[in-house]
C-alpha cells in the first residue's frame, strides 16, 4: 500500500508508514518477511514501538444467527526507541514467525476465500495510530498439500473454507477459531454424505487433521460429536490416496452405524466475545458456482475443484470489502 500518513491528533506534520510483506505466501509456523518503510513528518518524533497485528475474519454462530468479525491473532513488536528526524526516511526488516494454527488462505494459486490482514500500528509519545494494511497469503504446508493432493485424487471437490470462532473440543487447538474447508463427496460417497469438513491444526510436533461429516445447524455438540482425528508427522511420506481414503471410509461406516449427522464439537461456538463490531456479511460470500462438479484426478488435484468452487474475483472482492470495512472501523 502507498504511504500512509499516521497521527492526526498531532497534526497533518505526523510521519507516514507503508509496511511491504515480502513476495510470495507464507507458511503456518514459519517466518514472514518484509519491511516497514517510515518517513519523517515536518518535526522529529520519538517512535515508541511498531508493532505488526494479524488480523482474520471470522465467524461465530450465536442466538440470533450468525455473525462475522475481525479477530486479532497475533502481535509482533518489529522496532522502537528511536528518534525519527523531520523528512527522514527509514526502512526497519523484519522477520516474525507466524503462529502454526494460522489458516491457508490459497491452494495452487487459487484463493479459498479466507481474509487475513497484517496491520501496523505505530506509537508515538503515548500515541498509537492503526496504520498501514495489507494482505497475508497463506500457502499450505507439505503435510496439509499432500493430504488435499489427495481429497482432489480420489474425486473430492471444494465447496468453500471459512474461519469458525470457537474451539474443537478434545484438539490440541491454541487459536480462538479454526479453519473448516467444506468439501462435496466423492461419486464413490455421494450416496451416503452431503458433505465432508476438513480441519487442521498444525503444531511443531506435526499436524493434526479433523474430519466430520454432513455438519447441521444446532446439532453441534460437546459430549456426542462424531469426529475422526489424526495425526501425521510435517514430513511424512505415505500413500496418501489410500490413507486419506480410509480415513473418509471409517468416518461414513462410523457415521452410518450410529445413525446420525456427524458434527464439531465445539467450546464457547456459540458467542462472539473478542469481536470487531461489524456484524454485516454478504450474501453468498462463500458460495461460488460450480460446488458439486467432481474433481478429475491429476497433478493440481484439489485445484481444480477450487477453480470450480470460489471465483477469484469473488475472492478478490471479499478481500476488498474487509480492508474497506477495517479502515473504516478505525
Do not use: C
Amino acid at each position: 500500500m502507498v504511504f500512509k500518513r499516521l497521527l492526526g491528533s498531532l497534526g497533518i506534520g505526523g510521519p507516514s508508514v507503508d509496511t511491504v510483506l515480502d513476495p510470495g505466501p507464507a507458511l503456518p509456523g514459519h517466518g514472514l518477511t518484509g519491511q516497514v518503510h517510515l518517513r519523517g513528518g515536518d518535526a522529529e518524533f520519538d517512535i515508541d514501538h511498531i508493532t505488526l497485528e494479524l488480523l482474520a475474519r471470522v465467524e461465530a454462530e450465536h442466538d440470533g444467527g450468525e455473525s462475522e468479525g475481525t479477530v486479532t491473532f497475533d502481535r509482533f513488536t518489529v522496532a522502537g526507541g528511536f528518534r525519527l528526524a523531520a523528512g527522514e526516511r527509514r526502512s526497519i526488516p523484519f522477520s516474525v514467525a507466524l503462529p502454526w494454527e494460522t489458516p491457508v488462505t490459497e491452494l495452487y494459486g487459487q484463493p479459498l476465500g479466507v481474509v487475513l490482514g497484517v496491520r501496523t500500528e505505530l506509537a508515538v509519545a503515548g500515541a498509537k495510530d492503526k496504520g498501514d494494511l495489507d494482505q497475508l497469503t497463506v500457502g499450505p504446508l507439505p503435510a496439509q498439500e499432500a493430504i488435499l493432493e489427495a481429497l482432489g485424487q480420489l474425486g473430492f471437490g471444494f465447496k468453500s473454507a471459512d474461519l469458525e470462532y470457537g474451539r474443537i473440543g478434545g484438539t490440541g487447538q491454541q487459536l480462538p477459531f479454526y479453519q473448516e474447508i467444506e468439501l462435496t463427496p466423492a461419486p464413490q460417497y455421494a450416496h451416503q454424505v452431503n458433505e465432508i469438513e476438513l480441519t487442521f491444526l498444525a503444531s511443531p510436533a506435526g499436524l493434526e487433521v479433523v474430519l466430520g461429516a454432513d455438519k447441521r445447524g444446532g446439532l453441534f455438540s460437546t459430549g456426542h460429536d462424531e469426529l475422526a482425528r489424526y495425526t501425521v508427522g510435517h514430513h511424512d511420506s505415505r500413500d496418501w490416496n489410500a490413507e486419506v481414503d480410509g480415513w473418509i471410509r471409517r468416518l461414513v461406516e462410523h457415521r452410518a452405524s450410529y445413525g446420525s449427522h456427524a458434527a464439531y464439537g465445539h467450546e464457547g461456538g456459540h458467542g462472539h466475545h473478542g469481536y470487531g463490531h461489524d456484524e454485516h456479511h454478504h450474501d453468498g460470500r462463500r458460495s461460488g458456482p460450480g460446488m458439486g462438479t467432481a474433481v478429475a484426478a491429476g497433478a493440481a488435484g484439489l485445484a481444480v475443484g477450487v477453480v470450480g468452487g470460489m471465483v477469484a474475483a469473488e475472492a478478490v472482492d471479499e478481500i476488498g470489502d474487509f480492508f474497506e470495512g477495517d479502515e473504516d472501523e478505525g
